[in-house]
T-cell receptor
């Protein structure tokens, strides 16, 4: 099992450009999450999904959109990138409602110039 | 608002014991988790406490007091490879988890 994978690993965008980050998991997990991690601020939840076809907002959803068309994939979109979105983005998944352990992907380092 | 407080840095000597504290103030509480993250790596799960008391997993133990909104991670027999950042996280309602800012642990020889 690959666990949780993320593509791409690194990306540099110019202000105003758009991009999609892909997260895939092969553990048949119901829940998936997108976090951003900035220096000294820990992980902040952007959006999450409790099942295929569902999404919900987290702490810092502005400027991002998500989709979960297939159970194994969770996409994070930036429609018009801003320098404030420079961060490391982590995707995570967990099995279900009673689960507490989240499995994290390796992260995507995004720089917006 | 919701907040988790933990020290920003802790330094300890190889072979020693270190305790990393976490106090929280959240609108809901289902449990307290701890994650380890090495530089450039992904967070990895260490432990979870839903009820008061001590949970032990090898060299790592985690404690929770819900009445005090407090928990800690105890690392024994420190090794150089334990140098990393440690995050406490509270599972709140609605399947959400709030993370603390992290404690950077430096282990010296």
């Amino acid at each position: 099992n690959a666990g949780v994978t993320q593509t791409p690993k690194f990306r540099v965008l110019k202000t105003g450009q758009s991009m999609t980050l892909l997260c895939a998991q092969d553990m048949n997990h119901e829940y998936m999450y997108w976090y951003r991690q900035d220096p000294g601020m820990g992980l902040r939840l952007i959006h999450y999904s409790v099942g295929e076809g569902t999404t919900a907002k987290g702490e810092v959803p502005d400027g991002y959109n998500v989709s979960r068309l297939k159970k194994q994939n969770f996409l994070l979109g930036l429609e018009s990138a801003a320098p404030s979105q420079t961060s490391v983005y982590f995707c995570a998944s967990s099995p279900g409602d009673s689960s507490y352990e989240q499995y994290f992907g390796p992260g995507t380092r995004l720089t917006v110039t | 608002g919701q907040s988790l407080e933990q020290p920003s840095e802790v330094t300890a000597v190889e072979g020693a014991i270190v305790q990393i504290n976490c106090t929280y103030q959240t609108s809901g509480f289902y449990g307290l988790s701890w994650y380890q993250q090495h530089d450039g790596g992904a967070p990895t799960f260490l432990s979870y406490n839903a009820l008061d008391g001590l949970e032990e997993t090898g060299r790592f133990s985690s404690f929770l007091s819900r009445s005090d909104s407090y928990g800690y991670l105890l690392l024994q027999e420190l090794q150089m490879k334990d140098s990393a950042s440690y995050f406490c996280a509270v599972r709140t309602g609605g399947f959400k988890t709030i993370f603390g800012a992290g404690t950077r642990l430096f282990v010296k020889a």
